[in-house]
């Protein structure tokens, strides 16, 4: 017990800064992929049929998996 209330506090703090900015880095990609798949969704309102939806279903599971990423990091780096 003596460990964990002595002078661990600083160590934490620089733990939880350095989730922070690796937070904000997470959200700032994130926010660059939606918008990127926002301009992707008009560029393939104009493909024909089955290549579209193709391209949508692609998009739409990179979106997916890149949350599941952000997830799973906080996962392992949350303490």
Do not use: C, H, Q, W
Not at 27 to 37: F, N, W
Not at 45 to 63: E, H, K, N, Q, S
């Amino acid at each position: 017990m003596s460990s964990a209330s002595g002078g661990g506090g600083s160590d934490v703090e620089a733990r939880l800064t350095a989730l922070e900015k690796s937070m904000e880095r997470i959200t700032a990609k994130v926010d660059s992929m939606s918008e990127r798949l926002s301009r992707m969704e008009g560029e393939i309102t104009r493909l024909p049929g089955y290549p579209g939806l193709i391209v949508v279903l692609g998009a739409f599971v990179a979106l997916i998996s890149s949350i599941v990423g952000v997830g799973t990091f906080l996962i392992n780096t949350v303490p």
